[in-house]
T-cell receptor, first 114, second 117 residues
Framework: QKEVEQDPGPLSVPEGAIVSLNCTYSNSAFQYFMWYRQYSRKGPELLMYTYSSGNKEDGRFTAQVDKSSKYISLFIRDSQPSDSATYLCAMSAMTTDSWGKLQFGAGTQVVVTP | DSGVTQTPKHLITATGQRVTLRCSPRSGDLSVYWYQQSLDQGLQFLIQYYNGEERAKGNILERFSAQQFPDLHSELNLSSLELGDSALYFC????????????????FGPGTRLLVL
């Protein structure tokens, strides 16, 4: 079983809809949670990161972390065709032997149709 | 543009050969990370260097090695290449914000696409 599970999709939504993405994980030591966006054949781009549990909002993006359920989510409001990409969750434990090691989910492909 | 540069963008080589991938981190970043992305394995952490010293190792094969130089650029060396080494190789950097750097804000370069024939 993988440490981080993420549905690969594809997830197709109409323009203007809310995109809902999520990941589950098994390692309770994970403390930092990130979301990356990756366009085809490009490097992943950091969208948001959250420390421990709670919500974080940045423009049209909202990240949620529920450590008790080992579940994280990313919501994209008012989706645009330019949001079409693969979204990867990543997480890291804040320990000296896991310093900097990001564990990535498989990525969810999102398609926003005009 | 993340500020991380990688060269070359594409590399085509034959099995058994050796290649070197190069990465320049963002200005001021002390940490450099290498990742491999393949269709079946996803994005996998290989190795991290901090200010010239190896800090963390992931699932990096013995045929692979890396180093970080005094000017903070890094190189990933892949030797005795096999067909299965064909993948996208990304470099990321972090650490210019000061204070403790747990690597939570890693900025990725555009990657090097390696094809082994």
């Amino acid at each position: 079983q993988k440490e981080v599970e993420q549905d690969p999709g594809p997830l197709s939504v109409p323009e203007g809809a809310i995109v809902s993405l999520n990941c589950t994980y098994s390692n309770s030591a994970f403390q930092y949670f990130m979301w990356y966006r990756q366009y085809s054949r490009k490097g992943p781009e950091l969208l948001m990161y959250t420390y421990s549990s709670g919500n974080k909002e940045d423009g049209r993006f909202t990240a949620q972390v529920d450590k008790s359920s080992k579940y994280i989510s990313l919501f994209i409001r008012d989706s645009q065709p330019s949001d079409s990409a693969t979204y990867l969750c990543a997480m890291s434990a804040m320990t000296t032997d896991s310093w900097g090691k990001l564990q990535f989910g498989a990525g969810t492909q999102v398609v926003v149709t005009p | 543009d993340s500020g991380v540069t990688q060269t070359p963008k594409h590399l085509i080589t034959a099995t058994g050969q050796r290649v070197t991938l190069r990465c320049s981190p963002r200005s001021g970043d002390l940490s450099v990370y290498w990742y491999q992305q393949s269709l079946d394995q996803g994005l996998q952490f290989l190795i991290q260097y901090y200010n010239g010293e190896e800090r963390a190792k992931g699932n990096i094969l013995e045929r692979f090695s890396a180093q970080q130089f005094p000017d903070l650029h890094s190189e990933l060396n892949l030797s005795s290449l096999e067909l299965g080494d064909s993948a996208l190789y990304f470099c990321a950097s972090s650490g210019s914000s000061g204070g403790a750097d747990w690597g939570e804000t890693q900025y990725f370069g555009p990657g090097t696409r390696l094809l082994v024939l």
